[in-house]
């Protein structure tokens, strides 16, 4: 184990500890393989699941965990119009399970996003019966605002050049609180606790993931 990791294996015992207060269960892997052989023993078959637009859902390997295994999912992305949008929504707020990530976490277990729709951020805070979140080492932030910095200066840039958008962060590297049609930052959301215990499960990964 390098000195990187090191560090936060040691980082995360207090954090996994602050997440429990809060009401949130958190759980630490060494790797993504470690977290993909937890989910695949601990997931039932014929589960309900859904997910929120995550590059770390998508580099961990999860996302291709869930479609190769025996689960009834919910794909937004096959929605072909703003009705059938609107009915998968509502589907995937009954969900047995919804996966995502956290744009920032504070060392206090705070989880910080940010989001464009907000469809993401309302699984989070309410529906589906567990919430997983698939969180790299490199999402951990010292402080509140540490952490609402790091979402607007380092992950909405490049969710932005990810997603093709026309901004001022785009272009320039860093938040300019814009207003453009294009902007990804129209809601901001602090959990700061869960109010059903362990409903939130953060899966905190020795890696760095997504943005």
């Avoid at 294996?9 to 207060?21: F, H, P, Q, R, V």
């Avoid at 630490?28 to 989910?39: K, Q, V």
């Avoid at 999860?62 to 059938?84: C, N």
């Amino acid at each position: 184990m390098t000195p990187k990791e090191e560090a936060f294996l040691a980082l995360s015992k207090g954090l996994i500890k602050n997440l429990e207060m809060r009401g949130m269960e958190g759980h630490y892997f060494d790797n993504s393989a470690a977290l993909c052989s937890y989910l695949k023993e601990t997931l039932p078959e014929n589960a309900v699941i859904s997910w929120g637009g995550s590059m770390s859902v998508e580099e961990s390997g999860v996302m291709a965990l869930l479609h190769s295994g025996k689960y009834a999912l919910i794909d937004r992305s096959e929605a072909k119009t703003p009705a059938q949008a609107r009915e998968y929504y509502s589907r995937i707020v009954l969900a047995d399970y919804y996966f995502m990530s956290t744009n920032a976490i504070t060392m206090d277990g705070e989880l910080v996003n940010i989001d464009g729709n907000g469809n993401r951020l309302a699984c989070l805070m309410q529906g589906p019966s567990h919430v997983c979140l698939v969180v790299g080492r490199n999402k951990v932030s010292t402080t509140l605002e540490d952490a609402i910095h790091r979402v607007r200066n380092i992950a909405a840039p490049a969710n932005v050049k990810r997603l093709h958008k026309q901004t001022p962060c785009g272009a320039g590297g860093r938040c300019g609180d814009c207003f453009s049609p294009d902007c990804i930052c129209s809601h901001t959301v602090i959990t700061r606790r869960s109010g059903h215990p362990g409903r939130i499960q953060v899966f905190l990964v020795n890696e760095d993931l997504g943005y």
